[in-house]
């Protein structure tokens, strides 16, 4: 039982992992954004905003570790004309709820505001996401990210950077 | 625009047999004109018959700046609808998809069927007796289909479809080959806008010049089996001016047929999925039949003015300002077919395509750079002029050129001419 009390993930702590994260994307600190991960762990952009089988759908984003590698890769290649430069972003995460939580791991909603500017011209991009974090030693890993952007099935476009 | 600014353009000045002028780029009284003479005069892509599989469904699209409908009604017949009411003009469908039996305009509350057809109107004794509700059906354009493909036209007495495709029918026939022995289905698509003209997304797919320049980092990011399938510039590739304005791009000739090589060793991005599919007791020669098919073609079909047939997927253009244009790709797969070959579509889909692929974005950014560039010297032209020459004893005939030619653009341009001055 004692076990439990110290996996248990609080609130606060997912806020404050969930924020590191948002300032590591903003600051494109992609080696150390992915050092976050569980080596399962998932990324997904979706569509479809209420569908649940992502595996099955086409989605903006749907990746894996090796995904991960190869997309923050190509981002910093400098090779690619649309993140070499990339928009700038500043993003805003709040909203948080917490939605279920076990022995070790955590799941949290929250509201995101991504505000881009590249070429002048400033563009809004607001999601839903979900979060779910596990426990590994002394430190917190991200194993799922979920993000669903308002807009997602309508007509976006080219972003060359993450969310 | 009035007639008089029109009849001051002269178009056909505007696209010379190796250029054509900057302001077709930026001109919004050609982008008018465009809309008119091109738009509501020729046959226009508006979906794939996949996209409406049952009775009484339908999905929204778009000829040109018009917004329709287009519906499979009760007795499975396809209709292209303006998505307008007949009484005050307001939208009757605002839902992307779905299935209904009748459209009622949120404004008055007409109601038409899935056919056009004006079923009820409230309270319809104060137009009179001598209102007639078959005097306002919802506007029906004239819809062929080929192999799938949904074309509409405003107009009643063009070409049929077949005769506009012409040679373009046999690529569309290879081309759907990759639903491997399935019928190919619709699996989801990405939507994109950019800042620039649409003739400069119908002259992207046609341009295997900019494949290994733009799209570096893709191609950096495939194994190396892979990355030498994707050396579209150096496998003997070709162009060729198929008539209307289509032509057709082939950048791995051994992937044109997918029905033959079947013996050929499995790719090894590929021997994962087809373990799977043996282990799911599909047979030997479904399974390489499914594999080879499931990286889709090794051409870009590109058809006059709206839509091409690229490698896997449906690529769609809609002109939204002269100077702003909506993309569609549009995955597809095996309708039937193993959830396994299809989750492998997909994936890939997602890899190159859409607002977050390692592909899309770098096209969207350089095509908007020359919306960008060409701000600077309205006086200029843009060239269209590389690989004029027919290469010499291609096995493809003695008239295509070099994969990296602009035979695509050219043969799109000489359709913008006639329809333009027609």
Not at chain 2, 221 to 247: A, K, M, P, R
Request: hydrophobic residues 40%; negative net charge.
């Amino acid at each position: 039982m004692e076990k439990t009390a110290t996996n248990a993930i609080s609130l606060d702590e997912a806020i404050r992992f969930i924020w590191r994260e948002a300032e590591l994307l903003d600051t494109q600190d992609y080696a150390q954004w992915l050092d976050l991960w569980t080596p399962e762990g998932l990324y997904i952009i979706p569509i479809d905003r209420d569908g649940d089988a992502r595996i099955d759908q086409l989605n903006v984003a749907y990746d894996d570790a090796e995904m991960r590698a190869a997309r923050t890769k190509r981002l910093k290649s400098g090779f690619s004309m649309s993140s070499a430069p990339s928009a700038r972003t500043v993003r805003l995460v709040s909203r948080f709820v917490e939605e279920a939580g076990d022995d070790g791991s955590l799941t949290v909603r929250a509201a995101q505001q991504v505000v881009e500017y590249k070429f002048n011209r400033t563009r809004l991009l607001g999601a839903d996401v979900t979060y779910r974090l596990v426990r590994d030693g002394d430190r917190l890993r991200l194993d799922h990210k979920e993000i669903r952007l308002l807009n997602s099935d309508d007509s976006l476009w080219g972003i060359g950077y993450l969310l | 625009m009035n007639d008089q600014q029109a009849e001051a353009i002269d178009f056909g000045e505007l696209v010379q047999s190796d250029r054509v002028h900057t302001s077709l780029y930026r001109d919004p009284a050609i982008f008018d004109e465009e809309m008119e003479r091109i738009f509501k005069n020729t046959w226009v892509w508006v979906g794939h018959t996949s996209e409406i599989p049952i009775k009484n469904s339908f999905v929204k699209s778009w000829v040109g700046d018009k917004p329709v409908i287009v519906t499979r009604d009760k007795e499975m017949k396809v209709h292209v609808l303006l998505n307008r009411c007949r009484h005050r003009a307001a939208s009757i469908c605002e839902q992307k998809s779905g299935k209904t039996s009748v459209f009622v305009c949120p404004y008055h509350g007409w109601s038409y069927a899935l056919d056009g057809k004006l079923r009820a109107v409230p309270h319809s004794k104060v137009y009179g007796e001598d209102f007639d509700k078959e005097e306002f059906p919802l506007i029906s354009l004239r819809t062929e289909i080929y192999n799938g493909m949904i074309f509409a036209t405003f107009r009643d007495d063009i070409e049929p479809l077949d005769d506009f495709l012409g040679p373009a029918k046999k690529w569309i026939d290879l081309f759907m080959k990759q639903g491997a022995g399935y019928p190919v289905k619709v699996l989801g698509e990405h939507q994109f806008t950019f800042d620039g003209n649409w003739k400069i997304q119908l002259e992207n797919t046609t341009d295997a010049y900019h494949f290994p320049i733009v799209h570096k980092t893709f191609l950096d990011s495939l194994d190396s089996e892979t990355t030498n399938i994707f050396d579209v510039l150096g496998q003997g590739g070709w162009l060729e001016d198929l008539g209307n304005g289509h032509s057709v791009m082939v950048m791995i000739p051994d992937l044109v047929d997918l029905d033959e090589n079947l013996d050929a060793p499995i790719p090894e991005r590929f021997e994962a999925l087809a373990q799977e599919l043996r282990e799911e007791g599909h047979d030997e020669d479904k399974v390489r039949r499914m594999v080879r098919a499931v990286g889709g073609g090794g051409f870009n079909l590109n058809l006059f003015p709206n839509v091409a047939c690229s490698m896997a997927f449906f690529r769609v253009l809609r002109p939204v300002k002269v100077d702003q244009t909506e993309i569609r790709h549009i995955a597809i797969g095996m309708d039937g077919g193993p959830d396994a070959a299809n989750r492998v579509r997909l994936r890939l889909h997602e890899h190159f395509q859409g607002p977050m692929g390692f592909g899309s974005p770098d096209d969207a950014e350089g095509w908007e750079r020359v919306q960008r560039g060409s701000a600077a010297g309205d006086d200029l032209w843009i060239l269209v002029n590389r690989g004029e020459q027919p290469l010499e004893g291609h096995a493809a005939g003695e008239h295509v050129t070099d994969v990296s030619a602009e035979t695509g653009m050219r043969a799109a341009y000489d359709m913008w001419k006639k329809v333009m001055t027609a």
